[in-house]
């Protein structure tokens, strides 16, 4: 098969996926947002998928993102980027990405405010929230206990919207009980902040839990993209 029948079948069957997973717990596909994470992946699968009628695409990396974004700017799509960002790539990514999935500390939220007022856009953020029961810095997240003051200090920064919470399940626990965790965390967020109403949550392996969990973004790469 070529790339491009590879692609579209890959893309059914995780659809396919997505709207069993949405009828299991009573909520339409429509509140669900499939984000097709590309990153290690050339800009000719985003062509490809964008003709398949994907518009979200995640990526990780600044350097390969902002290369795909400007190649590809014609075509109108939506920017994620997924990935641990350092403060000084803070101002790039404001640059093309209209979604950050990663926002975990109040240095980075004065960045990527600084770099969105710069370029004139607005930035979507999502508090990447840990829910390793000892988080660990390197692997991104802000503790639990962290999200209400980090929440603040995003709705009070120009150029950022406060969207809601990201997470990504641990290795050592069953994904369903880390996401219920989850959402615990984005109920007390929405008590207090009622618009922060996305929840990015779910990969390939996990995305039946997210979905009953209420996520509201995946963000799947290897099924709808294959193995490197
Ligand atoms: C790579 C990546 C994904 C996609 O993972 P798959 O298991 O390939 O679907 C999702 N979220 C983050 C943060 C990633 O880095």
Excluded at 9 to 35: F, H, K, M, P, Y
Excluded at 41 to 57: M, Y
Excluded at 217 to 225: D, F, K
């Amino acid at each position: 098969m070529n790339r491009a029948a590879v692609l579209a079948a890959n893309l059914e069957r995780v659809s396919g996926e997505i709207a069993a997973a949405c009828q299991a717990v009573g909520r339409g596909v429509d509140e669900v947002t499939l984000i097709a994470v590309t990153k290690t992946w050339p800009a000719s699968d985003i062509r490809l998928l964008a003709e398949l009628g994907v518009r979200e695409f995640g990526e990780n990396r600044e350097q390969e993102a902002s290369g795909k974004a400007d190649e590809l700017a014609g075509l109108g799509l939506t920017w994620h980027f997924i990935g641990q960002v350092q403060t000084n790539k803070a101002a790039r990514i404001a640059r093309f990405a209209d979604v950050v999935h990663s926002v975990d500390r109040p240095r980075l939220a004065q960045a990527l405010s600084r770099g969105a007022v710069a370029a004139e856009r607005e930035l979507s953020c999502l508090l990447q929230v840990s829910l390793d029961p000892s988080p660990d810095s390197a692997r991104g997240g802000a503790a639990p206990t962290e999200l209400g003051a980090l929440a603040a200090t995003v709705a009070s920064l120009p150029g950022l919207r406060l969207a809601g919470l990201m997470a990504v399940a641990p290795l050592d626990e069953p994904p369903a009980a880390a996401f219920a965790r989850l959402a615990g965390y984005r109920e007390a967020l929405l008590a207090e902040f009622p618009d922060a109403r996305w929840l990015s949550a779910g990969m390939s392996g996990d995305l039946h839990e997210a979905i009953a969990a209420g996520a509201t973004h995946l963000r799947i790469g290897s099924a709808l993209l294959g193995n490197r």
